[in-house]
């Protein structure tokens, strides 16, 4: 059962109508950018520790994917006060939408699924796991009590063309399913 999604989702081949994104930090961010790939992946809320955990691996590789020609944006349905704090070290831009404009727009859902579903319970514990750590060592805030725009996103993943198309989707199935490093860059070989 869908709680967010009045879209369908975006297929690969689309092409997307050009915008700017502002990032909570650093120059607006164009997608598509000519010339170049960029890699919008939707996370949860700030402060999300399955989301971190992905993120810092996404962080250790960035020099990686700028070289295989990705701009990585990451977007947050929290308000940009609230998420500023838990992504001010990360190397990409990272874009709040605490109304879930995007979300919608590109048919990114909320469901309990994110969750229950039984291959996400071993991310999750890991991530609860070493985030606990980074919190005592002060590396990591913990997120807000009250989460405006839920607990339960599902990531999703697009790779888009500096022409706008689409060239490579995935919508995850739960909180920690989506394109790994290694994946992203696959994708963005194959479309280069």
Same mark, same amino acid.
């Not at 020609?69 to 939408?97: C, K, N, Y």
């Not at 048919?107 to 291959?119: I, Y």
């Not at 339960?152 to 790779?159: E, I, K, N, R, V």
């Given at each position: 059962?869908?709680?967010?999604?009045? *879209?369908?989702?975006? !297929?690969?081949g689309?092409?997307?109508?050009a915008?700017?994104?502002?990032?909570?930090q650093?120059? %607006?961010? !164009?997608? %598509?950018?000519?010339?170049?790939?960029?890699?919008?992946? $939707?996370?949860? $809320?700030?402060?999300?520790?399955?989301?971190?955990?992905?993120l810092?691996?996404?962080?250790?590789?960035?020099?990686?994917?700028?070289?295989?020609? @990705?701009?990585?944006?990451?977007?947050?349905?929290? %308000?940009?006060?609230?998420?500023?704090?838990h992504?001010?070290?990360?190397?990409?831009? =990272?874009v709040? /939408?605490?109304?879930?404009?995007?979300?919608?727009?590109?048919?990114? #859902?909320?469901?309990?699924? !994110?969750?229950?579903?039984?291959?996400?319970?071993? %991310?999750?514990?890991?991530?609860?796991?070493?985030?606990? =750590?980074? @919190?005592?060592?002060g590396? #990591?805030?913990?997120?807000? *009590?009250?989460?405006?725009?839920?607990?339960?996103?599902?990531?999703?993943d697009?790779?888009v063309?500096? /022409?706008?198309?689409? @060239?490579?989707?995935?919508?995850?199935?739960?909180?920690? /399913?989506?394109?790994?490093? /290694?994946?992203?860059?696959?994708h963005? *070989?194959?479309?280069?």
């Amino acid at each position: 059962m869908s709680t967010t999604s009045a *879209r369908r989702p975006t !297929a690969a081949g689309e092409t997307l109508a050009a915008r700017e994104l502002t990032p909570v930090q650093g120059p %607006p961010v !164009a997608v %598509p950018t000519p010339g170049r790939l960029v890699h919008l992946q $939707f996370r949860r $809320f700030a402060g999300c520790p399955v989301c971190n955990l992905h993120l810092r691996s996404v962080a250790r590789r960035h020099v990686e994917i700028e070289a295989a020609g @990705v701009l990585e944006v990451a977007v947050f349905h929290s %308000p940009a006060a609230e998420l500023l704090p838990h992504v001010a070290e990360l190397p990409f831009a =990272v874009v709040a /939408d605490p109304t879930k404009r995007l979300y919608v727009e590109f048919g990114v #859902e909320s469901a309990p699924r !994110a969750l229950l579903n039984p291959r996400a319970w071993w %991310p999750i514990a890991r991530a609860i796991g070493s985030g606990t =750590v980074a @919190v005592l060592r002060g590396r #990591e805030r913990l997120p807000a *009590r009250r989460q405006a725009g839920g607990r339960l996103g599902l990531p999703a993943d697009f790779l888009v063309a500096g /022409d706008g198309r689409v @060239v490579a989707v995935k919508y995850g199935e739960h909180a920690y /399913d989506q394109w790994s490093v /290694d994946e992203l860059l696959e994708h963005a *070989r194959r479309a280069a």
